[in-house]
């Protein structure tokens, strides 16, 4: 499967999720249950991940798919990346900013990213080469050279989960223009856009990156930990558009 195809394919799926979240969405009989971690899944997050998990497997042969809900169908050369509703807990009080997050490996390396917010009316995406877009219009990163005049956003969770990090945000803060907490995968796109100049989330899983990572890489940024590595799987995410990113790192270091 090319990346055009692949790109064409996972734009579709995005339009299936869109059918399925939306339908629910604010629904005042949704049924939310608490996973073992203690995070909030809703009935949306499962049905979601179901209905692309079924038309991969007739759309594909040979593809897998990792999933925030139902886990990890193991090795192929391509490999689906799916987070069904990354901002369950948005989705479950009624707040727009959610999205279904697909992402795509090939042989290991991520070569499509789509991110569909229907709730905001836009979709941002990308694949290897192809460039990367919000709504049709391609996008570039913003030319913001020095902190003092960046916008900045990080998601904040409880002061134990983000103890370590949490003095180097605020001083991350202090030294930029303006600071917004967006959280979840809206910070990162509105980077790829141009909107925001750095984005930072302390901690994450794979599922709630992997498609987001073509986006800022096609649109002209950079990605990194907060420890400045580049692992195939991040743990924690630091977004800018390249020209502030090792100024961010020293403070966050």
Not at 168 to 181: D, E, F, G, V, Y
Request: aromatic share 8%.
């Amino acid at each position: 499967m090319q990346t055009e195809e692949a790109l064409a394919l996972a734009l579709e799926l995005a339009d299936a999720a869109d059918l399925v979240t939306l339908r629910r969405f604010r629904a005042s009989d949704l049924e939310v249950r608490t996973k073992p971690d203690r995070t909030p899944v809703t009935e949306a997050d499962s049905a979601t991940e179901l209905r692309l998990r079924e038309l991969i497997a007739k759309r594909t042969e040979g593809h897998v798919v990792a999933g925030e809900e139902f886990g990890d169908d193991g090795d192929a050369e391509f490999r689906w990346i799916i987070d069904p509703i990354d901002g369950t807990k948005n989705y479950m009080r009624g707040v727009p900013i959610w999205a279904t997050l697909i992402g795509l490996e090939r042989a290991g390396e991520l070569v499509v990213g789509v991110v569909s917010a229907p709730a905001l009316g836009s979709r941002w995406w990308a694949g290897s080469g192809l460039g990367a877009f919000r709504d049709g219009q391609p996008i570039r990163v913003s030319r913001v050279q020095s902190l003092e005049t960046a916008q900045v956003s990080y998601a904040w969770d409880t002061k134990e989960r983000f103890d370590e990090v949490g003095d180097r945000l605020i001083a991350l803060s202090n030294s930029s223009w303006r600071t917004r907490a967006l959280g979840d995968f809206w910070q990162h796109v509105l980077v790829a856009d141009g909107s925001f100049d750095v984005s930072i989330d302390p901690v994450l899983a794979y599922w709630d990156c992997a498609a987001l990572l073509p986006i800022i890489t096609e649109a002209g940024g950079r990605w990194s930990t907060v420890r400045g590595s580049t692992p195939q799987q991040p743990d924690s995410l630091i977004c800018t558009n390249g020209l502030l990113h090792d100024s961010v790192l020293e403070i966050m270091r």
